[in-house]
């Protein structure tokens, strides 16, 4: 594929778990050669597995050919040398999210993609210009932010940087429309636009529970009927990690210096006893016996 906006054809996705899994998925049934990087071996083994069990789903819904799937899975490539990058357009981070982390994969992707291609980041909350300030071109450095389940959700939050050039920015909204999703723009300020809005709504549940305002499942069963979401708060925070919540939380309330966003006392303490959410069975609610 080549388009003369975004101008990008292949496109490499440095972490393979579930967002950078999905944004690989997304980008190789959109048409782009997509590789996907991972330190762990196991790590891109469970997401090519996941790949092949999606892309049959998809077959099976007829959402897709089989001709479709296969050719998806032979746009896609899987790798644990950062090297085998070299040859992408476009680099979006997916790794976990944590500032020094990421910095350490910009500047090794600095270092190695010396040309003109766009150094993405799919990070919810950490500072775009603090991720590019670990690169020698923090002009070509760019938030985006896909939701979970990437395959699913259609928005892409387009984040600028302080120092982020217009062009890129333009390529990168051309690029996510081209991958099937919408893209809208927003500025880098902590939680950008939709965890700075979402984050607190689901805090607040929290506090409402641990205040006794009502159950967890009244608060859940409130909230989405009453407001027409698809899952209630307490049910969405469980989905996205309890963990991420509270860490999102700690971002927003440093990056706006304001406590008032620190995490509720009961999800700190659920984080504190395992309690994450889907990921361990068990968070605000139990998932054990499904
Ligand atoms: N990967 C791929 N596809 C998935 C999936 C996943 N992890 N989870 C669900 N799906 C697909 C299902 O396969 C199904 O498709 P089929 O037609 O093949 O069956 C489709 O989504 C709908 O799923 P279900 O019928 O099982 O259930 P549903 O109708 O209740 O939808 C949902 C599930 C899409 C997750 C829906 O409940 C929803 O939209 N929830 C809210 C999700 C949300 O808010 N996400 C954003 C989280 S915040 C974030 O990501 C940003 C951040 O920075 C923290």
Same mark, same amino acid.
């Given at each position: 594929?080549?388009?003369?906006?975004?101008?990008?054809?292949?496109?490499?996705v440095?972490?393979?778990g579930q967002m950078g899994?999905?944004?690989a998925q997304v980008a190789a049934?959109?048409?782009?050669n997509?590789?996907?990087?991972d330190t762990?071996p196991d790590?891109?083994?469970r997401?090519q597995?996941?790949? /092949?069990k999606l892309l049959a789903?998809?077959v099976?819904?007829?959402?897709m050919t089989?001709?479709?799937?296969e050719?998806?899975k032979?746009?896609l490539?899987y790798?644990?040398?950062?090297?085998?990058l070299?040859?992408?357009?476009i680099?979006?981070?997916?790794?976990?999210?944590?500032a020094?982390v990421?910095a350490k994969?910009?500047?090794?992707?600095?270092?190695m993609?010396?040309g003109d291609?766009?150094?993405?980041?799919?990070?919810?909350?950490?500072s775009?210009?603090e991720?590019a300030s670990?690169?020698?071109?923090?002009e070509r450095?760019?938030?985006?932010?896909?939701?979970?389940?990437?395959p699913?959700m259609?928005?892409?939050e387009v984040?600028?940087?302080?120092a982020?050039d217009k062009?890129?920015?333009?390529?990168?909204i051309?690029l996510?429309?081209?991958?099937?999703?919408t893209?809208?723009p /927003?500025?880098?300020?902590?939680g950008f636009?939709?965890?700075?809005v979402?984050?607190p709504?689901i805090?607040?549940?929290?506090?409402?529970w641990?205040?006794g305002v009502?159950?967890?499942?009244?608060?859940d069963?409130?909230?989405k009927l009453?407001?027409?979401?698809?899952?209630?708060?307490l049910?969405?925070?469980?989905?996205?990690?309890?963990?991420?919540?509270?860490?999102?939380?700690?971002?927003?309330?440093e990056?706006l210096?304001n406590e008032?966003y620190?995490?509720c006392?009961l999800?700190r303490?659920?984080?504190?006893?395992?309690r994450?959410?889907?990921?361990?069975?068990?968070?605000?609610f139990?998932?054990s016996?499904?």
């Open positions: 594929m080549h388009n003369t906006t975004h101008n990008i054809t292949n496109v490499g440095i972490g393979s899994g999905g944004i049934t959109a048409g782009f997509t590789t996907v990087f762990s790590a891109i083994a997401c597995a996941t790949h /092949a789903r998809a099976e819904k007829e959402r089989t001709d479709q799937a050719a998806t032979a746009r490539t790798v644990t040398d950062l090297d085998q070299a040859g992408s357009d680099a979006i981070e997916a790794v976990v999210e944590d020094a990421k994969v910009f500047r090794g992707l600095d270092d993609l010396k291609q766009v150094l993405a980041t799919n990070t919810s909350s950490i775009i210009t991720i670990a690169t020698k071109r923090p450095v760019i938030g985006m932010h896909f939701f979970y389940p990437v699913v259609k928005l892409v984040i600028n940087g302080l982020t062009a890129i920015t333009a390529r990168v051309s996510a429309e081209a991958m099937g999703k893209a809208v /927003a500025n880098d300020r902590a636009v939709s965890n700075r979402l984050m709504m805090n607040e549940a929290f506090y409402a641990m205040e009502a159950q967890p499942e009244h608060i069963a409130i909230m009453g407001c027409n979401f698809p899952m209630g708060p049910r969405l925070a469980d989905f996205i990690g309890l963990d991420t919540c509270a860490h999102i939380m700690d971002v927003l309330a990056g210096c008032r620190r995490p006392p999800l303490q659920l984080v504190v006893a395992g994450l959410g889907n990921k361990t069975a068990h968070g605000v139990d998932y016996a499904s």
